[in-house]
């Protein structure tokens, strides 16, 4: 394939026992389906197949679709769509196929894009396992006090526990890219964080300068004093800054502003 098609779709292709070891760690049973993003020359999708459930691939690069409807043409339970995945109606597949997972290894330039977009839809899904950028999977599995914990963070963990399963060196791909990557794996939680339209442009007016205090970052948005006022009602420090907050703590402090 050459260069400046991988570029366009992003794509880095994984060695066949790194892909073994990233299928081998996905907690399927034989009656849930699998959903997989980005399939590519499908390194991934024929161990998946191994576990004989259900396979539907998102994939596309018309090459690789045609590669992989030739490569998986005796396999029954194979099916792919030419499709581009932030186009793909996922509400309607998962209303087909209840409590299936998600996999895939995903495109660096849109796995943000896409793990966010799952998010709201997790709930219907046993969960996602897959690949993304480390600098990334370390941002979506962020805690509250730690460096990468940020917007995304608390997106992610309002609606999932996530950790981070398997870190993977440029070696295992081809082409080789210029950063490491990372598998995770996100559950989706019993009781999501059930917040208004607003609360999450809130959340990332309150990282908009994340290593000021709070009332510094949202004076732009809020009267500062408002902001003070309510921080001090919470017993919270004047000093208190974004990264310290948990997701129930965010929400709590989004309906005490907006009462003042």
């Known amino acids: 394939m050459d260069r400046a098609r991988r570029r366009r779709f992003g794509q880095n292709f994984l060695d066949d026992i790194t892909a073994k070891h990233i299928a081998n760690d996905l907690p399927v049973n034989p009656d849930q389906a699998i959903l997989e ?7 991934m999708t024929r161990h998946l197949l191994k576990k004989g459930t259900t396979l539907t691939a998102i994939e596309i690069d018309e090459q690789c679709v045609e590669l992989l409807k030739r490569e998986f043409a005796n396999s029954p339970h194979f099916s792919v769509v030419n499709q581009d995945f932030l ?7 998962l209303e087909e196929h209840p409590l ?18 799952l998010m709201p839809l997790l709930s219907k899904t046993s969960g996602f396992m897959g690949m993304v950028q480390l600098e990334v999977a370390e941002r979506l599995c ?37 950063v490491d990557s990372a598998t995770i794996l996100l559950e989706p939680l019993k009781t999501p964080l059930e917040a208004p339209e607003g609360f999450f442009p809130f959340v990332q007016a309150c990282f908009s300068q994340k290593r000021k205090r709070l009332a510094n970052s949202l004076s732009s948005t809020f009267d500062k004093a408002i902001v003070l006022d309510a921080i001090e009602k919470m017993n919270w420090s004047e ?13 709590d402090l989004y309906y005490f502003i907006k009462s003042l």
């Open 239 to 251: 000093n208190t800054r974004a990264e310290e907050l948990s997701p129930q703590q965010f929400l």
């Open 87 to 93: 186009t793909f109606d996922i509400q309607q597949w």
């Open 142 to 178: 962020a805690v509250p006090c730690t460096k990468a914990y940020g917007s995304l963070s608390v997106w992610v963990s309002s609606h999932a526990s996530g950790r981070i399963l398997r870190k993977i060196g440029p070696e295992h791909f081809t082409p080789k890219p210029n």
């Open 37 to 43: 993003i980005g399939p590519g020359h499908g390194a």
């Open 100 to 117: 299936a997972w998600i996999t895939g290894n995903l495109p660096y330039n849109v796995s943000t894009a896409i793990i966010a977009g």
